[in-house]
């Protein structure tokens, strides 16, 4: 039973994104989920990945005074709020005061008022496979009340099992390669590969594989051998699978990473060729 008094499983929601034209074919809403289990060294969005701690010291920090601390919750007051992101520049445990707890029926209560102007919903996170049981049932309802299209991008981490049980009501996923070598993908996100690569193919086997996606970053993802080993990899599942490569980008990043060059638009166009003479027939990059 939930804190509702019901048996409904409950979401805990970072931000939701009325139109994106990225995040999955036509025009979407995106749902931010918080709480995610990799730790990337070039998280653009730390403040999604653990969940609050109540220690209350972003509400001194609030210039609206748009935060109290309660018993064991922090209270956002969203009407006053100016997204200053004073409280999650703050944050000792890289989580948000601001996320809100929906339960499936709520949120597809909110998304619903703008389903006439999308053709569908994308999850992303933090991490979808961390709130399945949630997402199942969120679907679900996406499904029985509309024509919809719905959508996870995930890290791929939590392997086939995790994803069954949403999988009736999930027409597609985007999963994130962010290292193609196993040492390197450890050191990058602080978790290992083998279950990733599980999950791509299991849903290219599904044909509910509508990416795989990569982030070129300076010396995890930018070499030619990087690359090589990434397309061999994916062309040996299928090689029809839809690789899009993604430029990393300092602003937002934290930490060292703050620090890494973006890769040139020849760097980027080579490893796109890199890709397709290793076996992909469908390779993108981004701007
Ligand atoms: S973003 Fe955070 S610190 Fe800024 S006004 Fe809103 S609650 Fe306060
Ligand atoms: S959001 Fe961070 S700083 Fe604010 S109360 Fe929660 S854990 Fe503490």
Redesign the pocket.
């Known amino acids: 039973m939930n804190n509702n008094g019901m048996n409904e499983p409950l979401g805990i929601v970072n931000h939701i994104l009325k139109k994106s034209f990225v995040d999955g074919p036509g025009n979407r809403a995106v749902i931010f989920l918080q709480g995610c289990n990799f730790h990337c060294l070039y998280c653009h969005n730390p403040y999604t990945i653990?969940h609050?701690?109540?220690?209350?010291?972003?509400?001194e920090t609030c210039p609206q005074h748009a935060?109290t601390?309660g018993k064991d919750k922090?209270f956002w007051n969203e009407d006053i709020c100016v997204e200053c992101d004073e409280?999650?520049r703050?944050?000792?445990?890289s989580?948000?005061?601001r996320t809100r707890t929906y339960t499936p029926a709520e949120l597809w209560q909110e998304v619903a008022r703008i389903g006439p102007f999308i053709t569908g919903i994308s999850v992303s996170g933090g991490e979808p496979s961390l709130q399945v049981p949630f997402l199942a049932r969120f679907f679900q309802l996406v499904k029985e009340n509309s024509d919809l299209t719905t959508l996870i991008e995930t890290n791929g981490f939590a392997g086939q099992q995790a994803y069954t049980d949403m999988l009736p009501w999930l027409d597609m996923a985007m999963v994130d390669l962010k290292c193609s070598d196993p040492d390197k993908h450890l050191e990058l996100t602080g978790q290992p590969l083998d279950t990733v690569l599980e999950s791509i193919r299991f849903f290219a086997a599904q044909g509910k594989l509508q990416q795989v996606q990569q982030v070129i970053a300076p010396a995890y993802t930018d070499q030619a051998a990087d690359m090589q080993r990434t397309a061999g990899l994916l062309a040996g599942i299928d090689p029809s699978i839809h690789l899009r490569l993604l430029r990393f980008r300092p602003h937002g990043a934290s930490g060292p990473a703050a620090q890494w060059q973006s890769p040139t638009d020849e760097r980027m166009d080579a490893l796109v060729e890199t890709a397709r003479s290793n076996g992909l027939t469908s390779v993108e990059r981004s701007l």
Request: aromatic residues 0%; charged residues 5%; hydrophobic residues 45%.
């Open positions: 653990n609050c701690t109540a220690c209350g010291l972003c509400v935060l601390l922090i409280c999650i703050v944050c000792p445990e989580a948000s005061p």
